[in-house]
T-cell receptor
Framework: GAVVSQHPSRVICKSGTSVKIECRSL??????MFWYRQFPKQSLMLMAT?????????EQGVEKDKFLINHASLTLSTLTVTSAHPEDSSFYIC??????????FGPGTRLTVT | TQLLEQSPQFLSIQEGENLTVYCNSS?????LQWYRQEPGEGPVLLVT?????EVKKLKRLTFQFGDARKDSSLHITAAQPGDTGLYLC??????????????FGQGTILTVHP
């Protein structure tokens, strides 16, 4: 149980375009979803916390207009990287929780901006 | 600010050796979790420790939670190449109202050579 999927797993886009990443909890309703960014050989960096039906809470230093988060249902959250630039290239991971502090992570999305 | 200090940051060992990873803080945590992440994948929850002094075993992995609930350790016996990955400790974030949010350690990159 507690399976989280992410789509796409890899995406290459051109500078200036937007990319949407989906995060789904497959077998449970997620009260909260989180979006992380991870650089090579480093820990996870929390970008934002997302609750269904309400605005996401962004961490300090994360541009909310650049990283748009929509949490339309208890099983789906999306992250849209708008006007992507090469410095946005990274590994993006979502996680979901259903009431406790144990988070269940998606497999990640590798974004490359050319 | 709650900080989780993990050590060592890098560990490179031969198959069959034993190892211990430490996760320390000056703050008390209600629980601590350990995750393992393989390259290109999302982290996978290994265990949650809740009670001070608790010891949990998962095959060759032994997890301890300090009596004061400020530290935890992960001991692997007879490491195998399949244990290779990034190990992360995490605990509930105590600030604000973001329920379910975690504080992560910096991670330990373990490489087990055949």
């Amino acid at each position: 149980g507690a399976v989280v999927s992410q789509h796409p797993s890899r995406v290459i886009c051109k500078s200036g375009t937007s990319v949407k990443i989906e995060c789904r909890s497959l077998d449970f309703q997620a009260t909260t979803m989180f979006w992380y960014r991870q650089f090579p050989k480093q820990s996870l960096m929390l970008m934002a916390t997302s609750n269904e039906g309400s605005k996401a809470t962004y961490e300090q230093g994360v541009e909310k207009d650049k990283f748009l988060i929509n949490h339309a249902s208890l099983t789906l959250s999306t992250l849209t990287v708008t006007s992507a630039h090469p410095e946005d290239s990274s590994f993006y991971i979502c996680s979901a929780t259903f009431g406790g502090y144990e988070q269940y992570f998606g497999p990640g999305t590798r974004l490359t901006v050319t | 600010t709650q900080l989780l200090e993990q050590s060592p940051q890098f560990l490179s060992i031969q198959e069959g050796e034993n190892l211990t990873v430490y996760c320390n803080s000056s703050s008390v945590f209600s629980s601590l979790q350990w995750y393992r992440q393989e390259p290109g994948e999302g982290p996978v929850l290994l265990v949650t420790v809740v009670t001070g002094g608790e010891v949990k075993k998962l095959k060759r992995l032994t997890f301890q939670f300090g009596d004061a609930r400020k530290d935890s350790s992960l001991h692997i016996t007879a490491a195998q190449p399949g244990d290779t990955g990034l190990y992360l400790c995490a605990g509930p974030w105590a600030g604000g109202t973001s329920y379910g949010k975690l504080t992560f350690g910096q991670g330990t990159i373990l490489t087990v050579h055949p």
